[in-house]
């Protein structure tokens, strides 16, 4: 059974075939974040992601999932985003959508909508890596034949959470 632990700087999983055991890394393919206040502006060059309450600002981040073998089994998969600011934690909620938007391309006026399944986390504090269980939304991305996983992240209660972005040299 081929077991594959994906360590991407901000994604990990594991996947299952046949009788061997490997790791693979996946780094992401793009990452942004768009603001109500500033529905015309796309934030994709920025060295931090943020989200903050009730769709004020969403997040996205996008990992390219072709290289995994036909008929893998996706045992877990956890996406990992390393907090640089906290203010007033609390919930976010992080879901899957199937668009295929270029990261500098997505605005407030034309955000897809997030779908599948749904999984809650609180981060565990700044300065900290987060890791979130994204299996069931991972499994549902794979068996849909998705090239790729964009996450999408929306903050439920007041507050602002910013995580290292792809752009960033630093803690990825």
Do not use: H
């Not at 990452?31 to 309450?53: G, M, Q, W």
């Not at 955000?111 to 399944?117: F, Q, R, V």
């Not at 987060?130 to 964009?150: C, L, M, R, Y």
């Amino acid at each position: 059974m081929l077991m594959l632990a994906s360590f991407l700087s901000l994604f990990l999983f594991n996947i299952a075939t046949n009788a061997l055991s490997a790791t693979k890394t996946f780094n992401p393919t793009g990452d942004t974040y768009i603001a109500y206040d500033a529905p015309d502006t796309n934030f994709c060059n920025e060295l931090e992601v943020a989200i903050a309450a009730n769709t004020d600002i969403l997040a996205y981040v996008k990992f390219d999932i072709s290289s995994i073998p036909s008929g893998s089994i996706i045992n877990s998969a956890n996406l990992r985003l390393f907090c640089t600011t906290i203010l007033e934690n609390g919930t976010v909620n992080i879901s899957r959508y199937s668009s295929s938007y270029n990261e500098c391309e997505v605005d407030w006026n034309n955000y897809p909508i997030l779908e599948g399944p749904t999984v809650s986390s609180t981060p565990p504090g700044t300065s900290q890596w987060w890791e979130i269980p994204v299996t069931s939304i991972v499994k549902e991305g794979f068996e849909d034949n998705a090239s790729s996983i964009w996450f999408g992240l929306e903050k439920l209660s007041d507050g602002l959470v910013m995580f290292y972005s792809s752009e960033s040299s630093t803690k990825r």
